[in-house]
Each structure stands twice: as structure tokens, then as C-alpha cells.
């Protein structure tokens, strides 16, 4: 099944999956983990957008060892998965300009929200060079007053790393 948003994979999969105990996942990091978007082609290679969609690209255990990654507070101090991180977008179908990569930063919050503190960036790279496209998000990033605190971490959606404000 696919999903048109990553607010609908949350609503409708992820929620859903962790009951009652939804409010103790970080539901925003766990959909980006474990969905990725993705489109159909045609024999010719055009886009059948009518199949556009946030897919689950793990099994189940997956799904739950990525659920564990994200209980809130499981992490404390260095490695945890709350406050801000920076995204890196490198699929066509989740940008916002759809060109180019992008990035944005999210400060990821304990009540499961993840508000955006940078606006999206797009970034002057082919979508097809994820090295450039990370050398690239480093130099926006700083440029907009943050700091890279660790390695970039792959994704479903392309990849994040751990910021501070500079």
C-alpha cells in the first residue's frame, strides 16, 4: 500500500501499528526510516503518477527494531533522536522544488512533533550525487547557522544527521 504523505503513513500505519503507545515514538523519524517514496514507470520510463506513494520498504521485524530506535528518551545525551536534525531530501517525489536534493532542519520533539526550524534548501547538485549532495547540505547548513554534530545516517527518503545551532 502506498501513501500520498508522510502525515498519512504516520495516520494511518504507524499510529495504528503502535496503539495506545503512540506518544512514546518519535512517529515523524520512524515513517522516514521505514517508508520511502516511490513511483511506477511505464515500458518507456514515465512516471505513472497515479502510483505515487509513500511505500513501507522493511518487513515486520524491521519495522518494530526501527520503533525501538525511536522510543523517546531510549536515547539520552549523545545519540538521541530528539532536537534538531538536519534532512537531507534525494528522492524527486519528496522535495519540495523537485530539481535537486534539499535540506531543511527539523527539531524533533518528545511529544512526537517535528517542527521545521530551517526551511527547505534546495541545493545547487544532481540528484545523483549523494556525496556532492552532502557536501553541499554542510555548506547550507552552516551558512544558515548550524553545525554538523556527527556522520550522515541513509534513510528511506535520503539522509539526516544530528545539528546544533553554530
Known amino acids: 500500500m502506498r501513501y ?3 502525515a498519512d503513513v504516520i ?3 504507524i ?24 513511483v511506477d514507470t511505464d515500458a518507456d520510463g514515465n512516471e505513472l503518477l497515479n502510483t505515487a506513494g509513500f511505500e513501507r520498504m522493511v518487513d ?9 530506535k525511536h522510543t ?17 531530501g534525494v528522492l524527486a517525489g519528496v522535495l519540495l522544488y523537485g530539481e535537486g536534493p534539499e535540506v531543511m532542519v527539523l527539531d524533533h520533539r518528545e511529544d512526537g512533533s517535528a517542527p521545521e526550524v530551517m526551511p527547505s534548501t534546495a541545493l545547487p547538485v544532481s540528484l545523483d ?24 545516517d541513509a534513510v528511506g527518503t535520503g539522509y539526516t544527521i544530528k545539528v546544533r545551532r553554530a
Not at 16 to 35: H, K, Q, S
Not at 72 to 88: C, K, R, V, Y
Not at 138 to 146: P, Q, V
Open 4 to 6: 500520498a504523505t508522510i
Open 11 to 13: 495516520d494511518q500505519a
Open 15 to 38: 499510529a495504528p501499528a503502535l496503539g495506545e503507545y503512540g506518544n512514546d515514538y518519535d512517529l515523524v523519524a520512524i515513517a522516514r526510516e521505514a517508508f520511502a517514496y516511490r
Open 60 to 68: 515486520e521485524a524491521s519495522f518494530w527494531a526501527i520503533a525501538e
Open 72 to 88: 523517546m528518551g531510549a536515547n539520552d545525551g549523545e545519540g538521541s533522536d530528539l532536537g534538531p536534525t538536519a534532512w537531507l
Open 129 to 152: 550525487d549523494h556525496d556532492a549532495a552532502c557536501d553541499a547540505a554542510e555548506t547550507a547548513l552552516k551558512a544558515a547557522g548550524w553545525e554538523p554534530t556527527g556522520d550522515w
